[in-house]
């Protein structure tokens, strides 16, 4: 069931089907203060382009670099360094490494020999480009690849892309493949949960947007929702992926605490929230102790939801507080292991002028994908 952005591979192929070619600029490596982190990308071909690298003159530069791959519309890859407050005025400061590959549409069948790897769990891709081309090989990690076993051994968090140069100029970009962002269960679709799923939608993570009303979820919708009658609603908490943050807040209070009762039985959501009130609360946290729940569990249920400070009871008000605490909780391990990843490998700055050390004019290179399993 697809549930919101996932990895770009089935994104790209799926684009592949209405235009020419596609062309991924991605963030592969960042020093100091930048825009976005290294892994956030977007995708640009003849219709226009969709994601951001962290806007402003950077995601100008590159836009217009994508744009001539499009134009000569054959494989290619390059890499482009900029030191962002030297060479485009920004203010942030660092130094970041910027990947540019184009996908023609004869590198469908390639990418779909990607898929069925991606559907057995994570891998690394490797992408070299040098003057022979441009060339695919996919790892699980072995002893023979140290590269590939340390990204796979790592919290997807601290999992960032790295570049490696040779002497011979050859230029390989590292990244994991997997499901990138979190999943998140939303149960409701009432006024708030309308606003809350518009918002989610737009957030680093897998929306899943369930209610048991007919016709109630928009149709709009019907590639990250399902309806399902209240019991069989109940029944699906079992189905959530280890480490699912799950909102509920259907219409039926009954039907939430089901539904909270289920995710605490679990023992293994990454957070549970409960809109309503602080009686509501003390309602449903009085009867999780006459069923049989300890203090420890009982604990892991947030309600009320939302951050503090925001008085407005518009439904989307409230979804822009939910959306917002969501966003804390989920952000937490980033943070932590944002050091880590921003010192993810060394770009040295240029000086002056153009620089081969720093590689901020690396040339394109052409060549066709040979995936390697």
């Given at each position: 069931m697809s549930a919101g952005p996932q990895t770009w591979v089935p994104t790209v192929i799926q684009?592949?089907?209405?235009?020419p070619a596609v062309v991924r600029v991605v963030v592969a490596q960042v020093q100091g203060s930048t825009p976005r982190e290294p892994g956030a990308y977007m995708l640009v071909d003849a219709a226009g382009s969709t994601g951001t690298i962290g806007g402003g003159r950077l995601e100008w530069e590159a836009l217009e670099a994508a744009r001539e791959m499009l134009q000569q519309g054959t494989r290619g890859a390059r890499l482009m360094n900029r030191v962002l407050g030297?060479?485009?005025?920004?203010?942030?400061?660092?130094?970041?490494?910027?990947?540019?590959?184009?996908f023609p549409q004869d590198c469908l069948a390639q990418l779909r020999a990607l898929e069925p790897c991606l559907a057995e769990g994570p891998v690394v891709l490797a992408t070299a480009?040098?003057?022979?081309?441009?060339q695919h090989t996919?790892?699980?990690?072995?002893?023979?690849?140290?590269?590939?076993?340390a990204l796979l051994d790592l919290p997807r968090a601290r999992a960032a892309p790295q570049v490696r140069r040779t002497a011979e100029g050859e230029i390989t970009f590292v990244e994991r493949l997997d499901e990138e962002y979190p999943a998140v269960w939303l149960f409701g679709a009432g006024h708030v949960g309308q606003a809350l799923a518009g918002m989610l939608l737009q957030l680093p993570l897998r929306l899943l947007w369930q209610d048991s009303r007919p016709g109630q979820l928009p149709a709009a919708a019907a590639?990250?929702?399902?309806?399902?009658?209240?019991?069989?609603?109940?029944?699906?908490?079992a189905e959530a992926a280890p480490g699912t943050h799950f909102l509920v807040m259907t219409h039926d209070h009954a039907l939430d605490y089901e539904l909270c009762r289920a995710v605490l039985m679990r023992a293994d959501a990454a957070w549970l929230g409960l809109i309503g009130s602080q009686s509501k609360a003390a309602r449903f946290r009085s009867r999780l102790r006459r069923d049989g729940f300890g203090a420890p569990i009982i604990e892991q249920l947030t309600c009320p939801i939302g951050v503090t400070g925001i008085?407005?009871?518009?439904?989307a008000a409230i979804a822009v507080a939910i959306a917002a605490q969501l966003?804390?909780?989920l952000s937490q391990p980033a943070a932590e292991a944002a050091d880590a990843v921003a010192g993810s490998g060394p770009i040295a700055p240029c000086t002056a002028g153009e620089c081969a050390q720093c590689g901020r004019h690396e040339p394109l290179t052409q060549g066709t994908v040979v995936t390697q399993t």
């Amino acid at each position: 069931m697809s549930a919101g952005p996932q990895t770009w591979v089935p994104t790209v192929i799926q684009r592949l089907s209405r235009v020419p070619a596609v062309v991924r600029v991605v963030v592969a490596q960042v020093q100091g203060s930048t825009p976005r982190e290294p892994g956030a990308y977007m995708l640009v071909d003849a219709a226009g382009s969709t994601g951001t690298i962290g806007g402003g003159r950077l995601e100008w530069e590159a836009l217009e670099a994508a744009r001539e791959m499009l134009q000569q519309g054959t494989r290619g890859a390059r890499l482009m360094n900029r030191v962002l407050g030297i060479d485009l005025g920004q203010c942030c400061g660092g130094v970041i490494a910027v990947w540019l590959e184009c996908f023609p549409q004869d590198c469908l069948a390639q990418l779909r020999a990607l898929e069925p790897c991606l559907a057995e769990g994570p891998v690394v891709l490797a992408t070299a480009a040098s003057a022979k081309g441009v060339q695919h090989t996919i790892s699980r990690g072995s002893a023979a690849d140290a590269t590939a076993a340390a990204l796979l051994d790592l919290p997807r968090a601290r999992a960032a892309p790295q570049v490696r140069r040779t002497a011979e100029g050859e230029i390989t970009f590292v990244e994991r493949l997997d499901e990138e962002y979190p999943a998140v269960w939303l149960f409701g679709a009432g006024h708030v949960g309308q606003a809350l799923a518009g918002m989610l939608l737009q957030l680093p993570l897998r929306l899943l947007w369930q209610d048991s009303r007919p016709g109630q979820l928009p149709a709009a919708a019907a590639e990250y929702s399902r309806m399902l009658p209240a019991a069989a609603l109940v029944r699906a908490v079992a189905e959530a992926a280890p480490g699912t943050h799950f909102l509920v807040m259907t219409h039926d209070h009954a039907l939430d605490y089901e539904l909270c009762r289920a995710v605490l039985m679990r023992a293994d959501a990454a957070w549970l929230g409960l809109i309503g009130s602080q009686s509501k609360a003390a309602r449903f946290r009085s009867r999780l102790r006459r069923d049989g729940f300890g203090a420890p569990i009982i604990e892991q249920l947030t309600c009320p939801i939302g951050v503090t400070g925001i008085k407005s009871k518009w439904p989307a008000a409230i979804a822009v507080a939910i959306a917002a605490q969501l966003m804390q909780i989920l952000s937490q391990p980033a943070a932590e292991a944002a050091d880590a990843v921003a010192g993810s490998g060394p770009i040295a700055p240029c000086t002056a002028g153009e620089c081969a050390q720093c590689g901020r004019h690396e040339p394109l290179t052409q060549g066709t994908v040979v995936t390697q399993t």
